[in-house]
């Protein structure tokens, strides 16, 4: 039982290109959540998903989109990155949102120069 | 929406001394406030967590109380050592577009001095 997984650790890119990360948790959750983290402001939710194909937008979705085609996959994309995207990128998921508890991901490092 | 406050941003305290970490949140229909724990380098997790019809829990040297008429939740550390360095962070859930999520704190790191 692996928990909560993120590819890739460690990522950086150019102004302008692309990418997916990748979450794959194997505990069967139903919610899957993406989170950013900065210095001094905590992890701020980014989009989440309530179950296999849906996908809503959290505090901060500008310039990210995400997708959830399998239960135990959330993916997570930038289209066109930017610098203000360089953060710790973490991948969390729970249960039922009634069963409280969140795992999170070992976290992506992304640097976008 | 809900907005969660966390103080101090740093904390610095003496082996063995308590460690206090406060938080405040705004929306008064939230009802569970976990607290994480994070490592450098690491993954935040779950350390102890509270709901809104308990008053205080506590577990070995960490406590949490709530206090929902004043709307604020804190972290009690005793009998610190060394492993307690870390930042910490607290968290609100609340409700946003029909789902339930956690609102995050800033985050306090708490060095423990030797």
């Known amino acids: 039982n692996a928990g909560v997984t993120q590819t890739p650790k460690f990522r950086v890119l150019k102004t302008g290109q692309s990418m997916t990360l990748l979450c794959a948790q194997d505990?069967?959750?139903?919610?899957m959540y993406w989170y950013r983290q900065d210095p001094g402001m905590g992890l701020r939710l980014i989009h989440y998903?309530?179950?296999?194909?849906?996908?809503a937008k959290g505090e901060v979705p500008d310039g990210y989109n995400v997708s959830r085609l399998k239960k135990q996959n959330f993916l997570l994309g930038l289209e066109s990155a930017a610098p203000s995207q360089t953060s710790v990128y973490f991948c969390?998921?729970?249960?039922?949102?009634?069963?409280?508890?969140?795992?999170f991901g070992p976290g992506t490092r992304l640097t976008v120069l | 929406g809900e907005n969660v406050e966390q103080h101090p941003s740093t904390l610095s305290v003496q082996e063995g001394d308590s460690a206090v970490i406060k938080c405040t949140y705004s929306?008064?229909?939230?009802?569970?406030f976990p607290w994480y724990k994070q490592e450098l380098g690491k993954r935040p997790q779950l350390i102890i967590d509270?709901?809104?019809?308990?008053g205080e829990k506590k577990d070995q040297r960490i406590a949490v109380t709530l206090n929902k008429t004043a709307k604020h939740f804190s972290l009690h550390i005793t009998e610190t050592q060394p492993e307690d360095s870390a930042v910490y962070f607290c968290?609100?859930?609340?409700?946003?577009?029909?789902?339930?999520?956690?609102?995050f704190g800033q985050g306090t790191r708490l060095t423990i001095n030797p």
């Open positions: 969390a998921s729970t249960l039922l949102a009634g069963l409280d508890t969140q795992y």
């Open positions: 505990m069967n959750h139903e919610y």
């Open positions: 998903s309530v179950g296999e194909g849906t996908t």
């Open positions: 929306d008064s229909a939230s009802n569970y």
């Open positions: 509270i709901r809104s019809n308990v």
């Open positions: 968290a609100a859930r609340s409700k946003l577009q029909g789902a339930q999520k956690l609102v």
